[in-house]
């Protein structure tokens, strides 16, 4: 029985690299750059995505699973939360990362790194995907740990949700490698492999349940608070960036309302 239900958890896991894969293949039917209205609107996608399975997947359980102390419930969510926007500040200065139009790296402590700028680009979008590996494996290592309030349905739920906002991550890194050179066939590896630090994460997550599911509030809500701090600090910026248009607003509220509704149908 266990067997059986881990290798759901393990395909369950690997939903979201598949999405990240599937955007990344656009770079074979979509030709020269993509359009910046487009990328803006993917880019508010993924984070309304983001934002509301930080919310209802992750901080709402954490809250739930904390019922015990009172009034004092969410004490693990706000701690968990702040530790998970702190660890992906620490990341964000210390790996050298391009963002998505911009010429300047972070994250090489103010000195211009020797890194090609490719790999600084597939380096960006790997920092996002930690905290959804990450998101993903804490779920699903409740279920493994029959943790009352979190179903396989509502960890499928959040899984799919998150290989959605993937779709168009994994475009919006294989395109613009394309578009700047790089053949369609390794824009593509690249894209694909950006993807593929997620399972990774969340397997680890997984491995790792009878030492979290004690924890299991504070990694639920860590996780959540490092989806945030990507959201924040990266992908609103980037969907705002340049001339002033309403697209990014826009997906924003759609994956929203999407991922709000997968959570609470499936959920």
């Known amino acids: 029985m266990l067997s059986s239900q881990f290798m759901r958890i393990v395909l369950g896991i ?11 293949a656009c770079v074979f039917f979509m030709k020269g750059a993509m359009n910046e209205r487009l990328q803006k609107f993917l880019l508010g996608f993924a984070s309304g995505v983001m934002v ?8 709402v359980p954490a809250i739930e699973a904390s019922s015990s102390m009172g009034r004092l419930s969410f004490i693990p969510a706000a701690i968990g939360t702040a530790v ?17 139009g911009s010429d300047c790296p972070e994250g090489s402590g103010g000195k211009c790194s020797k890194m090609r700028r490719t790999t600084m680009l597939c380096l960006a979008v790997t920092l996002h ?8 494996g804490v779920v699903f290592a409740g279920v493994l740990a029959g ?9 499928l739920a959040l899984s ?3 290989a959605i906002q993937n779709f168009p991550e994994g475009a919006v890194i294989s395109m613009p490698l394309a578009g700047e050179g790089e053949g369609r066939k390794k824009a593509f590896v690249l894209g694909m492999l950006s993807g593929t630090v997620e399972p990774v994460a969340a ?7 009878g030492f979290i599911t004690p924890l299991l509030p504070y990694f639920l809500s860590f996780a959540a608070g490092a989806m945030l701090y990507v959201v924040v600090e990266e ?25 709000m509704i997968l959570d609470v149908a499936l959920g």
Do not use: C, Y
């Open 14 to 24: 690997l939903v979201p690299f598949v999405g990240t894969t599937a955007g990344a």
């Open 52 to 59: 509301a399975a930080s919310i209802w997947s992750l901080i």
């Open 84 to 100: 998970g926007i702190a660890f992906l500040l620490v990341l964000d200065e210390i790996i050298p990362h391009l963002h998505i």
């Open 129 to 136: 995907n930690i905290p959804e590996g990450l998101a993903t």
């Open 147 to 155: 943790e009352p309030g979190i179903t396989m349905a509502g960890a």
């Open 160 to 162: 799919i949700g998150i």
């Open 203 to 209: 397997l680890v997550t997984v491995f790792m349940a």
């Open 235 to 259: 992908l609103i910026p980037e969907a705002s960036s340049n001339e002033h248009s309403n697209v990014g607003p826009i997906g924003f509220g759609l994956g929203f309302i999407l991922m």
